[in-house]
């Protein structure tokens, strides 16, 4: 099937999804510094926005900073993670909740956090949270991403990491990360799945989203490529 022949049944099925990327100055010495600085990008253009509500749900918050740089954007977060021990005692205007992400109920929100989150998940479990993100709500995702080219390979084969075996399940492709004692994996999950890039825009796009802005070029983490998408869906974005 050629790729307009594709495209011509994703639309027909409302499963079309724009695409684009944008590229904001941020040159920060590392990738801490980095994901705080991407974060505010997106919460300085999302205010901007008026077809966007201000209140957000952090999902798998740990210890809750970007719940609270949130806050300084005139956003309302509230912080959902399984775990309290990186909770810190003064959340100021953040509002958390102990709850497994997979149980919270997303609806009344108008923004849906979720940073590195997705890859301490099954392929099945992601499936079903995006699919739990509200039709009105935005969704800022920052997440491992399988990038051939961007394997960190000593710091894999120390970890067990198989990076050259792309699994195909479904329509999705990706590579299987062994989560072992990590204490920031999701709860009770001995693996997680990690996308190929064309594979995360194929569960956005089974997910309902319409348009996803990918967020600067991906950038490297311990393991790998990572990268920062924003998408809706329904409109369209009108200050990124």
């Known amino acids: 099937m050629s790729n307009s022949t594709i495209q011509d049944v994703q639309k027909a099925q409302g499963r079309l ?58 956003f309302e977060p509230t912080a959902v993670d399984g775990r309290i021990a990186r909770v810190p005692e003064n959340l100021g205007s953040v509002t958390f909740i102990q709850s497994n992400v ?27 949270l995006m699919g739990k993100v509200p ?47 990590n204490p920031m994996a999701s709860i009770e999950n001995p693996t997680s799945w990690w996308h190929t890039p064309n594979s995360l825009r194929t569960l956005l796009r089974e997910a309902g989203f319409v348009e996803a802005i990918t967020v600067g070029e991906p950038y490297v983490s311990k393991y790998g490529g990572r990268e920062w998408i924003v998408a809706r869906k329904a409109g369209t974005f009108s200050t990124i």
């Open 102 to 128: 997979m149980d919270f109920n997303q609806s009344t929100f108008d923004v849906s956090v979720i940073l590195g989150l997705l890859y301490h998940l099954t392929l099945e479990d992601q499936i079903k």
């Open 17 to 74: 999804m724009k695409e684009r990327s944008v590229f904001p100055n941020i040159n920060a010495p590392s990738e801490g510094r980095h994901r705080t600085e991407t974060f505010r990008w997106i919460m300085e253009s999302l205010k901007r926005d008026p077809t966007i509500g201000k209140k957000l749900a952090d999902l798998g918050a740990g210890p809750c900073l970007f719940a609270q740089i949130a806050c300084e954007y005139g």
């Open 135 to 181: 039709k009105t709500a935005v969704l800022v995702l920052d997440t491992q991403v399988h990038h051939s080219s961007l394997v960190q390979h000593d710091a894999s084969a120390a970890r067990g990491f198989d990076t050259g075996n792309v699994v195909k399940k479904k329509n999705y492709e990706g590579v299987i990360f062994p989560e072992g004692d």
